[in-house]
């Protein structure tokens, strides 16, 4: 089982420019989740997904849309970046809520120039 | 949300016990208490998760008050494989949501 895939690992944008990161996990877990981490600061929630063609708001969702069309990818879009969303994005899933065990992804380092 | 607090870091030894404790005074009813670890360019791995009291597995023990407004992670015997980042979570499922709360992280660092 490879758990927790995430596409690309490096990528550099412009400001304005478009991407989608690409969330993909293979233990048919039903809950997903898009994180960003900031140097010096721990995780923060950018949006979630109870199921499939499901989809909620975190604690920092603006500048990201995201979709799960099915059940194992959840993707996350930025439409017009920003500096500010320089980061590093990293994918989650579980099988329940988080009071399970939660898989990360190896995460996808963001630079916005 | 139960905002959390770590100390920012810690150094220890090769064959001795840590503990991490962390602050969460606002816990709610409905959160459990989740660690991670984290190491360079990798996403944090699960530790261990409780609700109160102690639970052990084979890497670590977690301990929890009665009153749950804080949690000691301990790590027996630490080797220089465990320098890391560990990170508190609170979190649970409410009415119209769900909330997760990372602290900033303890950075262990092991030496020999």
């Known amino acids: 089982n490879a758990g927790v895939t995430q596409t690309p690992k490096f990528r550099v944008l412009k400001t304005g420019q478009s991407m989608t990161l690409l969330c993909a996990q293979d233990m048919n877990h039903e809950y997903m989740y898009w994180y960003r981490q900031d140097p010096g600061m721990g995780l923060r929630l950018i949006h979630y997904s109870v199921g499939e063609g499901t989809t909620a708001k975190g604690e920092v969702p603006d500048g990201y849309n995201v979709s799960r069309l099915k059940k194992q990818n959840f993707l996350l879009g930025l439409e017009s970046a920003a500096p500010s969303q320089t980061s590093v994005y990293f994918c989650a899933s579980t099988r329940t809520g988080m009071n399970t065990e939660a898989f990360f992804g190896q995460g996808t380092r963001l630079t916005v120039v | 949300l139960a905002k959390t607090t770590q100390p920012i870091s810690m150094d220890s030894y090769e064959g001795q016990e840590v503990n991490i404790t962390c602050s969460h005074n606002n816990i709610a009813t409905n959160d459990y208490i989740t660690w991670y670890q984290q190491f360079p360019s990798q996403g944090p791995r699960f530790i261990i998760q409780?609700?109160?009291t102690k639970v052990t597995n084979e890497v670590a023990s977690l301990f929890i008050p009665a009153d749950r407004k804080s949690s000691t992670l301990s790590l027996p015997r630490v080797s220089l494989s465990d320098t890391a980042v560990y990170y508190c979570l609170v979190g649970g499922v409410y009415t119209g949501g769900f909330k997760t709360i990372f602290g900033a992280g303890t950075r262990l660092f092991v030496k020999a």
């Open positions: 409780g609700y109160k």
